[in-house]
């Protein structure tokens, strides 16, 4: 698999995209508390595969807060080191495939597959549902991280730095519909590392900063 952009541009959201793809999620909604609530996916794989994903979408501000939350599902350094230059030699073989497979979706859109061959191999490798349960994972933080982006986007946009492919009305629209939300989450965290709402959100943002220089 070939090394991951240094620096991506972060994929953001149309609006149009964003109606599409939350309808894929809510019709996902029941494999999803089943992952997250019912644990039918190991917490320490399903954040894995979380922050293999936030990488791929560029997505700092998600990529930062699950790296803690890897860590705290017994997630290792060593690993978390790994999975930031997907090195396949420090990875077990059935965790590499997984969060292999959850970058490749997400490259391809989650367009349908067409490897049957590879498919196949990859389910008796895995396990059907873990396949079926790392692409869930992999669709709804796609989701967020497009979201996240996006909301990002509208300040970096205001300091004179647009990311490319994103589009102002998109921006405005995404930030007053998810924004609230957005300060929900950064008040959970803080209450959970025991910080200020605000240093929370400026260490996310100077990671974002920092990763784009």
């Known amino acids: 698999m070939p090394q991951r952009e240094r620096h991506p541009s972060p994929r953001v959201y149309r609006v149009s995209e964003l109606v599409r ?20 996916l190991s917490p320490a794989l399903r954040e894995q595969v979380v922050v293999a994903v936030a990488q791929a979408n560029a997505c700092r501000m998600c990529e930062h807060a699950h790296t803690r939350m890897a860590l705290e599902a017994g997630v290792t350094d060593a690993e978390l080191a790994a999975l ?13 495939l997984a969060l292999a497979h959850a970058r490749e979706r997400v490259a391809a859109d989650f367009a349908p597959v067409v490897d049957d061959a590879h498919r196949a191999d990859l389910e008796r490798a895995l396990g059907r549902q873990i396949v079926r349960d790392v692409e869930d994972v992999a669709r709804v ?3 967020a991280n497009r979201i996240a982006n996006t909301l990002n986007a509208l300040p970096d946009r205001l300091r004179g730095h647009p990311v490319p492919g994103s589009r102002l009305p998109d921006e405005v629209l995404i930030n007053v519909l998810f924004l609230p939300a957005a300060w929900l989450g950064t008040l959970v965290a803080a209450l959970r590392q025991r910080k200020s709402p605000f240093e929370v959100w400026r260490q996310a943002r100077g990671r974002t900063e920092r990763t784009r220089a």
């Not at 230059?85 to 965790?95: G, I, K, P």
């Open 141 to 143: 933080m796609t989701v």
């Open 84 to 96: 930031e230059n997907m090195d396949e030699n420090a990875l077990d073989r059935r965790t590499w």
């Open 21 to 40: 793809d939350l309808g894929s999620v809510i019709f996902r909604a029941p494999s999803l508390l089943s992952i997250w609530l019912g644990r039918r």
